[in-house]
């Protein structure tokens, strides 16, 4: 079983950044909306271990409780 990966792991964080911004360019708020849900089940998918997603969902409810 795998667990989730929390340290710092993406080769080109700013790079990434930059690409999730332009993601939502130009888009509306509902649009936006849709195209973080898309890109959530698309890296769900691609992740595709059922234990590892509940942890990471448990991380992002925590992370939003603590702001």
Do not use: C, W
Request: hydrophobic fraction near 45%.
């Amino acid at each position: 079983m795998s667990t989730l990966n929390t340290a710092p792991n993406l080769a080109k964080p700013d790079d990434f950044y930059e690409a999730l911004i332009d993601l939502h360019r130009d888009l509306d708020d509902a649009q936006s909306q849709s195209a973080n849900a898309q890109l959530i089940l698309l890296l769900a998918n691609h992740i595709g271990d059922h234990a590892v997603l509940l942890e990471a969902l448990r991380h992002a409810r925590d992370g939003a409780l603590r702001k």
